[in-house]
Structure formats: C-alpha cells, structure tokens
C-alpha cells in the first residue's frame, strides 16, 4: 500500500473520522480500514468487503464447477446400459441362489433380502437418471449466475 497523494510507502492505520452530533444516526462499514499517510496527512480508504465477496463468488464457482464434473461422471456410469443388465443378472442369480434346496433359512432371508434391494434398484434406475439430470441442470444454471456476476465486477490492475 502506498498513498496515491505523495506514494509514501509509510502508513498508519486510523480511527474512522466520523463523528456523530445530536441524534443523527451512522452506521459504520465493518470492513472499512482507514490509514493517514506518514509524510502528507492523506487518508486512504480500504473496504475489504468486495474483495471478499469476489473471492466467496469464486471459490463458490469452483465448488460447484467441481460438483458438476462428478455428477456427470456419475449420470454417464447409470446411463452405461450395462449397469442395469448387471442388476437383472444378479437378480437372476439371486433367485437361483433362492431355489437351491441346500440353504438354510438364514441365508434364504438375506438372500431375499438381497433380492428386495435388488429389485428396488432397478424400480429406481429411472428416477435415480431424472435426479442426476436435474441436478446437473440446476448446477449449470447456478454457474451461469455466478459467472454472469462475476462479470459485472470490474478489476483494474496498475500498469
């Protein structure tokens, strides 16, 4: 930081030069930094506040740019008609683990307990499909929100 009156690199950190008469109300910025130039006296104003919140927009932007990567990772794998084809095989499997005469009843419970779980996964497969899509459709629009903000934030470098 320097002052942008005489660029003296030397500053102190102020008290916020507002003072308060009779019954005026102010409320003061919490994120407001306020330093007196060492050499000229110049106060230099610093509010940290849209700098935090660019940097939550992005970190947020991230986030989500990394959530979507995974789901759709994931929609490719339930959309692999394969992966259903293994549900019906193992059901199929199931119930003729399900016939042998050689089990014991234990094993004939987890085994229909299996089968239950099994045919509850191929009942959802679609629903499971739809859910990965929406949420996919509801994360690029989320990004398309923060990126259209994010543009509207106007950085200037020093040259």
């Given at each position: 930081m320097k002052c942008t009156q005489c660029g003296c690199k030397k500053?102190?950190?102020?008290?916020?030069?507002?003072?308060?008469?009779?019954?005026?109300?102010?409320?003061?910025?919490?994120?407001?930094?306020?330093?007196?130039?060492?050499?000229?006296?110049?106060?230099?104003?610093?509010?940290?506040?849209?700098?935090?919140e660019y940097q939550n927009k992005t970190a947020n932007l991230q986030a989500c740019q990394t959530e979507l990567s995974r789901l759709k990772t994931q929609l490719i794998e339930w959309e692999n008609p394969n992966i259903l084809k293994n549900i019906e095989n193992d059901c199929k499997n199931v119930q003729n683990q399900l016939s042998s005469l050689d089990i014991t009843i234990r094993q004939q419970q987890e085994l229909q307990?299996?089968?239950?779980?099994?045919?509850?996964?191929?009942?959802?497969?679609?629903?499971?499909?739809?859910?990965?899509?929406?949420?996919?459709?509801?994360?690029?629009?989320?990004i398309l929100n923060i990126n259209e903000s994010l543009s509207k934030i106007t950085i200037v470098t020093e040259r």
């Open positions: 500053l102190i950190k102020s008290d916020i030069p507002f003072y308060v008469w009779g019954d005026a109300d102010l409320k003061i910025s919490e994120t407001l930094n306020v330093y007196t130039c060492f050499e000229c006296g110049h106060l230099e104003w610093f509010d940290t506040s849209k700098v935090r307990s299996e089968l239950r779980n099994l045919q509850q996964k191929i009942r959802s497969y679609p629903k499971e499909v739809e859910r990965l899509k929406e949420q996919i459709k509801e994360l690029e629009r989320k």
